[in-house]
């Protein structure tokens, strides 16, 4: 059975991203789109942030950085990171971030995976990315320090600034257009996947996949065109997908007003929200836990929200409910991948709470069973998907590409879901992540909602622990503060048997933690737990 999206397709041309977000027949607006949330009166508008990318686009040039070359960011956000973004990929380079928080040894395999030809880093990070070029072979004189404000010289490394060119030269640049088939094999961005299942993998995403994924996206969220009177603060990392969709790219095409974070701090949120009259949100489940508990919360005027987006990770519909009403906003969930440029499904009525909605436009899927056989409404299978906004493979990994996406187009997700008559889709699991006891498959997911209605449990997650050759349950279990110490292992054992099925039991043990790994979107980090697992296993 294929799965069709209920709306209409859009229509996704095929030229390159900056032509796609400053046609030529439509006026560049003046009015601030990227402002620094801690500084407001530092903001760019489209006008200013084209001329910028032209000056950075011509810079390229004279650099020697030719079409088709990687350049690397590898800075926190600010108001000139959608510049990089758009300057690099606006001129047919492809952009490639660094996580802000990569040890030298991490950028160095990016930089060699890569063989990005420059670098452009924040003055905090210009040691790190020396010796990660260092190591990689790059000349040095190809790193550049980026801010928002010039920087000195370190290290006899320049401020990026003395490498673009004047306003004046770069004034009347032309980028390079694409067209076509162009359009559909360059690639834009090599974004890392969030590496919770194992290494991070470099993601090919190309102009046309942003541009399918920005007006896939628009046409199910706001049907009348794009967001009008709205006003976000951008404080998803920049380096990842999911903020790059909505501040570098939906933020353009809709001059959207966007408050840049430089690094996120929850009391400054919220002042931010109460501050700039914030209307909407794209958010982690992370971010509406902090809403329903912290405290702090409650200090600040947050009237002015009137929806939020949350993807990333799993979200309860439990949590859904209680924060949307309890600052009266309209919480959407939606699903998506780097490998699908953001996002998949998305959910469009509030009554859909607990789904994360139906596919966007342009978008066929199948839900597969274990032996590769189409499945029916209300059973779970592993989602596949056909659609403009499926990457073209994985970078320098033509075996994981292979793997991953079928010569006719369909992309293997690893992710479980069922869909419902109404094409209503519910996530139940990743599929390398199920537990398999005698052959019967227990969803992680599964367990840790179950564990966390149990009251004394802040946070739970299990995984498959392999003894005497079979594969057993096992969960690690932060207490809340006033259950440490108290609670123990078999009265949390005692109490699932009253929950779950016997094969699903805890078999292979419990083990109390401080705190469960976990990134800031959520996502839990397996591969972090199967050492666990591993290591207890000897023990
Ligand atoms: P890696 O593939 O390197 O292990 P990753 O899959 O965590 O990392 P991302 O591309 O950032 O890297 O995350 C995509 C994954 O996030 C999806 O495959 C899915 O498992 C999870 N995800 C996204 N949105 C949701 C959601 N609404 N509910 C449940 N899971 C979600
Ligand atoms: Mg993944």
């Known amino acids: 059975m294929i799965i069709r999206s209920p709306l209409p397709d859009v229509d996704i041309p095929k030229v390159d991203i900056l032509t796609h977000l400053f ?3 439509k006026p560049v607006s003046d009015t601030p789109v990227w402002i620094d949330a801690a500084d407001p009166q530092k903001h760019l508008s489209p006008r200013q942030l084209l001329l910028w990318v032209k000056r950075l686009a011509l810079g390229l040039d004279r650099l020697g950085v030719k079409h088709g070359d990687i350049v690397m960011l590898y800075s926190p956000n600010n108001i000139f990171v959608p510049v990089a973004y758009l300057g690099i990929v606006g001129s047919s380079r492809a952009f490639s971030a660094a996580n802000p928080i990569y040890t030298v040894s991490e950028v160095t395999h990016q930089l060699k995976n890569t063989g990005a030809v420059c670098i452009l880093a924040h003055p905090s990070m210009v040691k790190s990315a020396a010796e990660a070029a260092k190591a990689a ?5 190809r790193i550049f320090q980026f801010d928002d404000k010039p920087c000195p010289p370190m290290d006899g490394i320049r401020d990026w600034r003395e490498m673009i060119a004047s306003p004046e ?7 390079k257009r694409l067209r076509g088939e162009e359009a559909v094999k360059t690639v834009a961005t090599i974004n890392y996947s969030s590496g919770t299942t194992g290494l991070p993998k470099g993601v090919c995403v190309s102009h046309h996949n942003l541009i399918a994924n920005v007006e896939q996206t628009i046409a199910i969220r706001w049907p009348d065109g794009g967001p009008s009177n709205e006003r976000w603060v951008g ?3 920049l380096y990842h997908a999911y903020g790059q969709l909505y501040v570098n790219l939906i933020a353009t095409k809709c001059n959207v007003p966007c408050y840049v974070m430089k690094q996120f701090v929850y009391g400054d949120f919220l002042q931010h929200i109460q501050d700039f009259k914030i209307t909407n949100l794209q958010v982690a489940p992370p971010i509406l836990v902090m809403l329903a508990k912290r405290p702090e919360t409650a200090n600040y005027d947050l009237s002015s929200l009137k929806g939020m987006l949350c993807g990333a990770a799993p979200l309860s519909k439990e949590l859904q409910n209680l924060v949307s009403q309890r600052f009266n906003v309209e919480i959407k969930q939606g699903w998506g991948m780097t490998e699908v440029t953001c996002g998949s499904i998305l959910q469009r009525a509030a009554s859909d709470n607990g ?3 139906e596919l966007i436009p342009n978008t066929d899927c199948k ?3 274990d032996d590769g056989n189409e499945v029916g409404y209300d059973t779970p ?3 596949f998907i056909r659609a403009p906004n499926v990457c073209l493979g994985y970078f320098k990994n033509e075996a994981a590409t292979k793997e991953a996406i079928s010569p006719d187009g369909w992309l293997k997700t690893g992710d479980v879901a069922i869909v419902n008559k109404e094409g209503l889709f519910w996530i139940v699991d990743r599929k390398k992540e199920l537990i398999k006891v005698n052959a019967l498959q227990v969803a992680p997911a599964e367990l840790e909602a179950v564990l966390l209605q149990h009251d004394d449990v802040a946070d739970a997650a299990a995984v498959g622990i392999t003894l005497n050759d079979e594969e057993w349950p096992r969960a690690y279990v932060a207490l809340k503060d006033h259950a440490r110490g108290k609670v123990t292992e078999q009265q949390i054992q005692q109490w699932m048997k009253g929950k779950v099925a016997k094969h699903k039991q805890l078999v292979g043990g419990i083990q109390f933690v401080d705190e469960v790994p ?7 980090q397996r591969k972090v737990m199967r050492e666990w697992a591993k290591r207890d296993a000897v023990i």
Do not use: M, N, R
């Not at 030269?169 to 980028?175: G, H, K, L, M, P």
């Not at 976990?518 to 839990?524: E, Q, R, V």
């Open 23 to 25: 046609p030529d027949d």
């Open 137 to 141: 072979g790059l000349s040095k004189e």
């Open 169 to 175: 030269e770069a004034e009347s640049y032309q980028w």
């Open 235 to 237: 404080f998803l990392p």
């Open 355 to 357: 789904t994360v909605g």
């Open 367 to 369: 839900l597969l069973d």
């Open 381 to 383: 299978g592993e989602i």
């Open 518 to 524: 976990k990134l800031a979107s959520g996502k839990i």
